[in-house]
């Protein structure tokens, strides 16, 4: 039964009981969370209407039942575009999850308060700056324009500028660099669950620093890593601003695919359907992480 | 027997703070050693530079005569138990036990043999599969012990580990404890702030405060014998009572001279460190004379009854069995007469520490 309607139906016991009309604190907490569910209900219906579009006969309104549009999604100019971003997603969090281990590690074990303090700024900063000053800082650095290139060019060591930006690298470097924070936090605070005690006690009975890294600390992260895996995944799989400034259009993750099927093409009914797509992918990492945290909390026996 | 470890000048600075001062330390090969002291007293800290997860700021710990001061801690091959137990959370009971035996080769069947060995001598022979979540305290207890001892350690150290058992457990597991170090005749160092516990399992006692040894030696020695009030107050004495050297060099106390003699300089301030059992009740006034003073409280506990007797500001604390024949009698306002035994009695100069 759900929590809501247990609720409901010990309040009316508690009701006829008493015959004073008295707020339980649950239900009370319910009416708190009204201005929340309000505000993500425009989004769900927004979703609804996605789906109910992206089975409509038509390009452009909403008008009968078809999945033409999902069929029309078979064509290699999609899927490409399907692969690229599962690729890039997939990269970003291996590659974001390899630099935030450490970061993390080394922010909550340093003892001094107000070093601890200013890295965490460090890592939280690129959070607080918009998604598009943080791309314009990468092509003033790295465009062909940029400072590393008119440094080259002016040394003489190349001739012409290196194209470091406007490919999958460029966007691969623009979606590490904007999700590392996201990845950080939650393994901050798995962190904190790895006693100290146990990587000495590891290190106590014979264990190197490397061995009890892999041993416990690891394994000890795991929840910490599936979360945050899961959380960057879905961040970067459907970036947009990153990959239409630091790709230029020609790395064409789904979020522009979708963007350029109804801003140029007009065809809604296949950018919904695209959408669902994404949306399908992402919940189903999401699922997968869920449920392979589920079984290692099992292994724990906690 | 022969020197095990020799702690030689060790001390360690935690930036302005000093958390010891020049230890020197002799632990004797197969020797049950307690560090005992309040907490920041350092002895966490000494064991923690024993184990290698601390570095001394000078000093030198020998180990068979080789300095082991820059031995990173998996290089050390010794057995640690921490307050917290430290046992893995996502290892089983065995796999906990058997954590140090893949460092030392020990594998396969070998390594299983091993892990259910000690799970015999913990008498746990069932609980190889549990997760360690799953134990009750004493259990955890007992497999943290066996997991340090499973990797024959050359020196078994633990910190403060019964701490967080209830009493009674506690005291079965001191009993274990002790009698598993004989068996094992493994050199161990024991870190803890309970005198009964140090008492209980200790070859050599030695007793520390503010980063310094105070006194070290058997427990029955250190007990009936201690050096400084801080000592004998810490070892459970229970009355620290002010008292002074008179001109015929007697100890007097509430202004009465006492059965004991003193040394030192007529006019000297002194202190009298008597334990509760060792003080005697008798009618006042008393015919020797002798300091006096009045019954405050009486509680009888059973085999023994408390009492507190009081003279000005000063309260005395005084076990009597129950079977005294004062106590027939005795009432509360009532004054009476106070012997010493002098036995479990030792006066200091009020200003040694």
Not at chain 1, 53 to 70: C, E, K, P, R, W
Not at chain 2, 209 to 220: D, I, N, R, S, T
């Amino acid at each position: 039964m759900p929590a809501h309607e247990q609720t409901l139906q010990s309040l009316m016991r508690h009701q006829s009981a008493a015959r004073v009309r008295r707020w339980r604190p649950d239900s009370a907490l319910w009416l708190l969370c009204l201005p929340a569910l309000l505000i993500i209900t425009p989004f769900l219906v927004a979703c609804l209407y996605m789906l109910r579009f992206s089975v409509s006969a038509d390009t452009g309104s909403i008008n009968g039942f078809s999945l033409q549009a999902y069929a029309e999604l078979a064509q290699p100019y999609f899927l490409r575009s399907l692969w690229l971003t599962l690729k890039l997603a997939a990269s970003s969090t291996v590659i974001v999850l390899m630099l935030a281990v450490p970061l993390a590690m080394v922010i909550v074990t340093t003892r001094s308060a107000s070093w601890r303090r200013l890295m965490t700024v460090v890592v939280l900063l690129p959070m607080i700056l918009n998604l598009l000053i943080q791309s314009y800082g990468w092509i003033l650095l790295l465009g062909p324009a940029g400072v590393i290139n008119t440094t080259l060019l002016q040394l003489g060591m190349v001739e012409r500028p290196l194209i470091l930006l406007f490919n999958e690298k460029g966007v691969l470097l623009g979606l590490v660099q904007t999700s590392l924070p996201l990845a950080v936090f939650p393994l901050m605070s798995s962190m904190r669950a790895v006693s100290q005690e146990y990587l000495e006690a590891a290190s106590g009975l014979g264990a190197s620093h490397w061995r009890s890294f892999v041993d416990i600390t690891l394994p000890l992260l795991k929840p910490g890593l599936i979360g945050a895996g899961s959380i960057v995944f879905a961040f970067n799989a459907s970036a947009f601003a990153v990959p239409l400034l630091l790709g230029g259009r020609r790395v064409r993750m789904l979020g522009l695919a979708i963007r350029d099927m109804i801003s140029p093409l007009f065809n809604w009914s296949g950018a919904a359907a695209g959408g669902m797509v994404l949306i399908l992918i992402i919940t189903l990492v999401l699922v997968l992480s869920t449920w392979l945290v589920s079984r290692s909390d099992v292994r724990g026996g906690s | 027997m022969g020197i095990d470890l020799r702690i030689a000048g060790v001390s360690k600075h935690f930036g302005e703070f000093q958390a010891l001062k020049g230890i020197d330390l002799d632990i004797e090969q197969g020797s049950f050693v307690c560090l005992l002291g309040p907490s920041g007293c350092g002895k966490t800290t000494l064991l923690r530079i024993i184990a290698g997860f601390e570095r001394a700021s000078a000093g030198q710990l020998l180990l068979n005569g080789s300095d082991i001061s820059a031995v990173p801690p998996h290089k050390r091959d010794f057995g640690m138990v921490f307050q917290s137990l430290a046992l893995f959370p996502h290892m089983s009971v065995a796999e906990n036990i058997a954590y140090g035996l893949k460092f030392r080769g020990v594998t396969g069947v070998k390594r299983d043999d091993r892990v259910a060995e000690l799970l015999d001598v913990i008498s746990l022979p069932a609980i190889a599969d549990r997760p360690v979540s799953s134990l009750s305290g004493g259990q955890r207890q007992r497999v943290a012990i066996a997991r340090a001892l499973a990797v024959q350690p050359r020196l078994f150290l633990l910190d403060e580990p019964l701490s967080a058992l209830d009493a009674q457990l506690r005291d079965a597991m001191q009993i274990e404890l002790r009698q598993l170090q004989q068996q094992f005749g493994v050199t161990t160092i024991l870190v803890t702030h309970d005198q009964t516990e140090a008492m209980m399992l200790a070859d050599k006692l030695v007793v520390m405060k503010g980063g310094e040894v105070c006194q070290q030696g058997a427990p029955q020695e250190i007990y009936s014998q201690p050096a400084t009030a801080f000592t004998a107050q810490f070892l459970g004495a229970s009355n620290i009572l002010d008292a002074i050297a008179s001109d015929q060099g007697i100890v007097q106390l509430f202004g009465a001279d006492t059965v004991f003699s003193t040394e030192e300089a007529p006019g000297t301030a002194l202190k009298l460190s008597v334990r509760a059992e060792n003080v005697i009740l008798d009618r006042a006034p008393h015919p020797s004379g002798g300091p006096c003073a009045e019954v405050e409280f009486i509680r009888n506990l059973g085999a023994s009854t408390e009492i507190l007797v009081k003279n000005g500001a000063t309260t005395v604390r005084v076990r009597l069995s129950s079977r005294d024949s004062i106590l027939r009698t005795l009432a509360i306002g009532e004054r009476v007469a106070l012997q010493f035994d002098p036995e479990g009695c030792v006066v200091f100069r009020a200003d040694a520490d």
